[in-house]
Each structure stands twice: as C-alpha cells, then as structure tokens.
C-alpha cells in the first residue's frame, strides 16, 4: 500500500510543493555536493590559517641626534616604533595610512609620513621628531610661531603640521605664500586653521632670519 504522504493528492494542487521522498534527495544532492566542495578548497584553507611566526631584527635609529638600539619586527612602522617602544608621543596617530599628515617626521631633512615608513627602512637616515624641535624647555621657532598665531584649535594635527613647516624652512629660508600653502598641502586640519597656519610659517621663517637660521 502506498504511503499517501510520498505522493501529494494531484487534484490538491500540491504539485509545487515538496514531498518528504524529494526532500531526503535534494537534501543529499546537497551533502553530496558539500563535502566534495570541502575536498577541492580544505587544502587552501588549511593553508591560509597557517600563521608563522614573526621574525625580529636589530634596528639603529638615529633619533634627534641620538643613537637608538632596539629589535624590531620587520612589519613595524616607524610611527608604531617611536611611539610604543620610545615614548615619542608627540609624533600623532592619525588616518594611519598617509592621508593626514598628523604622523609627520623628518627623515634627512625631508618630511615623511611615519606611518608609511618601516622603521628597518629608516635606519642609518636621521630622523627628527616634534621632541627634537625643543631647546630643552624652550620651544623651536615653529613652535613659538605657532602659538603666536593660534595656529590650531584642537591641536592634534599640529604637531605634523610644525613638522612639515620646519622641513620647508630647513630647505628654503624665506618662502613664498603659494610655496608655504604647497609645503603644507599634505597635512590635513580639520578645525580648518589654515590662515592662521599659513601666517605662522611665515612667522617662522623671520624667527628663524633672526636666531641666523636656526629653529
């Protein structure tokens, strides 16, 4: 005798529907399918979770005129390394991927995103920080410009931004308006205190006329 709930009554327009027979088919097909897709792709997986460990090298960096000697992990950016393993706090975490400017150094003179530069890359170059800037409690004359002209709001950009100005200053003395808005293009403020950023540069730079060009 036939089981009345394998076959759906044909005049009850059940036909769209499914039965419990078709059900353990499909159910199977999919199994079926399943474990074989794990087969093709379990090698790849498995090896993607294979995680090696780190490896670790000496580095020398030359920091505001001193000599630093620390192991480092390859993967290490200069930023993570003056930060968490110096204390060298005043270099700022911004965007962490070279669109702010808040992680501004100098590296040979020139200034460059720390967040982009790997502290292993930056060895045997000297690197200056905002730190570097102060004479003992006396602040640089970037610094003092700055204050001098509210050149902030927050302030957590200004540190890349006085670094920024100092590696324009180092290499040009007396810039010209459109070179200081070009110099300071890539550090973002978003207080938008750029007028006041922009005059105090150029205070800088009669700060630093007068001292004979030192900052």
């Known amino acids: 005798m036939k089981n009345e709930r394998d076959h759906p009554n044909p005049k009850s327009g ?12 499909t ?16 090698g790849s997986i498995a090896e993607a979770e294979v995680i090696k460990p780190e490896t670790v090298v000496r580095a020398t960096l ?9 192991v480092v992990e390859p993967r290490w950016s200069l930023l993570y390394v003056l930060r968490e393993k110096l204390g060298l706090t005043g270099t ?10 808040a992680c501004t150094v100098l590296i040979d003179e020139v ?7 790997l502290a292993v890359e930056a060895q045997e170059s000297r690197i200056v920080t905002l730190e570097g800037l102060m004479q003992g409690e006396r602040l640089g004359a970037v610094q003092q410009a700055f204050v001098e002209h509210d050149a902030f709001q927050c302030g957590y950009c200004t540190p890349g ?13 007396a810039p010209s308006p459109a070179e200081i808005r070009t110099a300071m293009s890539g550090n973002l403020c978003r207080c938008g205190a750029y007028p006041h950023i922009y005059k105090a540069v150029e205070r800088a730079a009669q700060i630093r006329a007068a001292k004979g060009g030192g900052s």
Do not use: W
């Not at 059940?14 to 088919?25: A, C, E, L, N, V």
């Not at 999919?30 to 794990?38: E, F, K, W, Y």
């Not at 700022?92 to 400017?101: A, H, L, N």
């Open 14 to 25: 059940s036909d769209k529907g499914i039965t419990r027979r078709r059900f353990i088919k």
């Open 27 to 42: 159910m199977g097909s999919g199994a079926a399918i399943a474990a074989a897709s794990d087969t093709l792709v379990g």
């Open 62 to 70: 030359f920091i505001n005129g001193r000599r630093r000697s620390l």
């Open 92 to 101: 700022k975490i911004g965007c962490d991927r070279g669109e702010c400017g």
């Open 111 to 117: 200034p460059r995103y720390a967040c982009l530069t």
């Open 161 to 173: 931004q006085i670094m920024s100005a100092e590696g324009l200053l180092r290499r040009h003395a």
